[in-house]
């Protein structure tokens, strides 16, 4: 048996049900990875702490915004699909949540296409572990909202492109070769957690709505910078929080018209 035909639907041994109280907040919740969001929108923001995850690296507070008539979870998850899927898992149970918002930065592959827009991803390639156990094995991952997050950027009128993504776990390992090899399959854009986070919410029958903007260059034979670590990239960074809140308003008013059409039969 090969090390990727690591998909097992046999019982698992230990879950969040052994570590947590199961609990029921919010449908839906946004996760950045940045920590100055984090910071920018606690600040800004009125806010509660619900729960919190527990890691070895310390706890991971999950807080509601108050102020609207239905409560949008968030938290800033760790960065990497293994990391953020464990806590993502955690997180659902804690809080109920089974719509995710997931934004932050990546490596652009096209720099034409990319540049000043927002990156969705359409399939993403699964050169990662964590999918592997989630789903069967396989190259790409469909990223299953890719066209209704389109369709609902095209009504609120944020700029973006979609197209294919590379997810790896290794950026130190982002080769040349790897990088020609991604390009000429369509991936305009590389990071870190997409295919594992739907591997997981296909798994799980949840739904996720991620998107980038592009921070750094490896589409030519030398990497760029360009905004990465930089104010420009905190503003990217809060923009895009800003650009979640809004998809998070719009999906709680589209799952509110079915709640109330379902009780209308």
């Known amino acids: 048996m090969s090390i990727t035909d690591s998909f097992d639907e046999s019982r698992p041994l230990i879950g969040p049900d052994d570590l947590y109280t199961k609990g029921n907040i919010s449908d839906i919740c946004i996760a950045t990875f940045s920590c100055e969001v984090l910071q920018d929108v606690l600040k ?8 919190c995850a527990f890691t070895a690296n310390g706890k991971i507070p999950v807080y509601s915004l108050l102020g609207g008539e239905h409560k949008i979870l ?20 804690l809080t109920g949540a ?15 296409m990319t ?22 094995a396989g190259d790409y991952m469909e990223i299953t909202n890719s066209k209704k997050i389109s369709e609902l950027f095209d009504k609120l009128s944020v700029p973006h492109v979609c197209g294919r993504s590379w997810t790896t776990d290794a950026i130190y ?24 986070l739907q591997a997981l919410c296909t798994f799980k029958r949840w739904e996720l709505y ?3 903007f592009a921070s750094d260059l490896v589409d030519g034979e030398v990497w760029q910078n360009i905004s990465l670590g930089t104010a420009e990239e ?14 998070a308003e719009v999906l709680i008013k589209e799952n509110t018209r079915g709640d109330q059409a379902d009780s209308g039969k």
């Open 44 to 51: 800004r923001y009125d806010h509660r702490e619900e729960v």
């Open 210 to 212: 991620p998107f980038f």
């Open 234 to 247: 905190r503003r990217h960074q809060i923009n895009c929080f800003e650009t979640a809140l809004r998809l």
């Open 74 to 93: 968030f938290y800033m998850s760790p960065i990497g699909a293994a990391c953020a899927g464990c806590i993502m898992e955690e997180v659902s149970y």
């Open 173 to 196: 390992r982002e080769t040349e070769a790897n990088a020609a090899r991604r390009k000429a399959d369509g991936c305009i854009a590389v990071e870190m957690e997409s295919a594992g």
């Open 115 to 136: 540049d000043g827009k927002l990156i969705i991803p359409t399939e993403s390639y699964r050169d990662e572990g964590f999918s592997y156990h989630y789903q069967k």
């Open 98 to 112: 089974t719509n995710f918002i997931v934004f932050g930065s990546c490596g652009s592959l096209d720099h034409s």
